[in-house]
């Protein structure tokens, strides 16, 4: 979504509500933007994958006579659908003290991947479960 910022506070005179136009980059009609300047895709970016990049230039005008606008560049990747779930390598963990000193104690390192490219892991402990009622657990996003 974008942001316009009129910066000569002059909101009576060419101030919002802003009017978004996509110029150029976009000739599959692969994309519009709405009133509230975010860029939706249609249809045909899912069937018809004509290309993996584009670069649109939008143009945000005010409302003054005449309008004045701005425009920017913005580029969009297109990348594939996920097709395969993550791989997580198990971890097994026996700890046998009765009480650990330190409050950042490491119990091990969890592994993961994922043969889809463009995919991005992330990690959390599920909250009230598997022992962890007292939040004596957290992962390290290291």
Do not use: C
Not at 29 to 57: H, P
Not at 77 to 82: A, G, L, N, R, T
Not at 101 to 120: H, M, R, V, W
Not at 133 to 138: D, K, N, V
């Amino acid at each position: 979504q974008f942001e316009v910022i009129d910066e000569d506070d002059n909101f009576e005179n060419n101030g919002g509500p802003f009017l978004f136009e996509i110029r150029s980059g976009n000739d599959d009609a692969m994309f519009g933007i709405n009133e509230d300047g975010r860029i939706v895709t249609s249809s045909k970016v899912k069937r018809n994958r004509v290309r993996d990049n584009y670069v649109l230039n939008i143009r945000a005008y005010d409302n003054g006579r005449p309008p004045l606008f701005s425009e920017t560049k913005i580029n969009i990747q297109i990348v594939p659908e996920s097709q395969y779930p993550p791989t997580v390598v198990p971890l097994i963990v026996d700890v046998f003290v009765k009480t650990i000193d330190t409050k950042d104690y490491s119990l091990g390192k969890i592994q993961a991947f994922d043969e889809d490219p463009y995919d991005t892991l992330s990690y959390n402990i599920q909250k009230d479960v598997w022992g962890n009622t007292g939040h004596l657990f957290s992962i390290d996003h290291m």
